[in-house]
Each structure stands twice: as structure tokens, then as C-alpha cells.
Nanobody, 125 residues
Framework: QVQLVESGGGLVQAGGSLRLSCAAS????????TGWFRQAPGKEREFVAA????????NYADSVKGRFTISRDNAKNTVYLQMNSLKPEDTAVYYC??????????????????WGQGTQVTVFS
């Protein structure tokens, strides 16, 4: 099983930017999909973005499309989430997750088997 550690969260003013990192260790195979989810207080965990390790194919939630960019560095076993034009509604704990199922990118939290501990992102206006 893969282990995931997120970093890069923090406090930022609306309109600002943050870059989250997800460092993966353990057995990582080319068919893995790595995703970012977020959970705000009192809300369900929601899909943000995902990327295929092998092809680099990406998928985004409509709420972040055009503002967030997911990327990966295969040599470093690290996935990034560049977040620009941040809004107060982006405030949440952001989680990195990995799916080893070989079923491609799926947007449901239940599809992902490994999870990081989360990193807090707070956007103030």
C-alpha cells in the first residue's frame, strides 16, 4: 500500500495562490491515479482533481476548473495541486488519495484506497 503525505496548506487572502504537495512512498505503480479531495466543516468530502501517473490525464471538478492545476513529478513520486484565484469557499482540509484499481480516473472518494492526513487551506476575504 502506498503512503501519502500532504504539505503546503496555509492561510491566504482571496485571489491568492497556494501549491499543495503530495509525496508518495511505498509501492507505486504506473496505473495509479492520484487525486485531491477537500472537506469543509459540516460538508461531505468532495472531489477536486485527479491525475493518472502513467499518462498524465487529468480531471477537475467544475468548481475549480481554470483555477487549479494538478501535476506530477514521477521522479519525485510527488503530485502537486497549484491553486490560483483562491476564494473563501475553497477553505477546507485538502486530502491526497491514491487509487490502485486500474479503472482510470474516478471521482468518488470511495474509489480511493490510500489517503493522506490532510492539510488545511484557509482563504479569507
Amino acid at each position: 500500500q502506498v503512503q501519502l503525505v500532504e504539505s503546503g496548506g496555509g492561510l491566504v487572502q482571496a485571489g491568492g495562490s497556494l501549491r499543495l504537495s503530495c509525496a508518495a512512498s511505498g509501492r507505486i505503480f504506473s496505473w495509479y491515479v492520484t487525486g485531491w479531495f477537500r472537506q469543509a466543516p459540516g460538508k461531505e468530502r468532495e472531489f477536486v482533481a485527479a491525475i493518472s501517473w502513467s499518462s498524465g490525464t487529468t480531471n477537475y471538478a467544475d468548481s475549480v476548473k481554470g483555477r487549479f492545476t494538478i501535476s506530477r513529478d514521477n521522479a519525485k513520486n510527488t503530485v502537486y495541486l497549484q491553486m490560483n484565484s483562491l476564494k473563501p469557499e475553497d477553505t477546507a482540509v485538502y486530502y491526497c488519495a491514491a487509487d490502485a484499481s486500474m479503472l482510470g480516473i474516478r471521482r468518488m472518494a470511495s474509489a480511493f484506497q490510500s489517503w493522506g492526513q490532510g492539510t488545511q487551506v484557509t482563504v479569507f476575504s
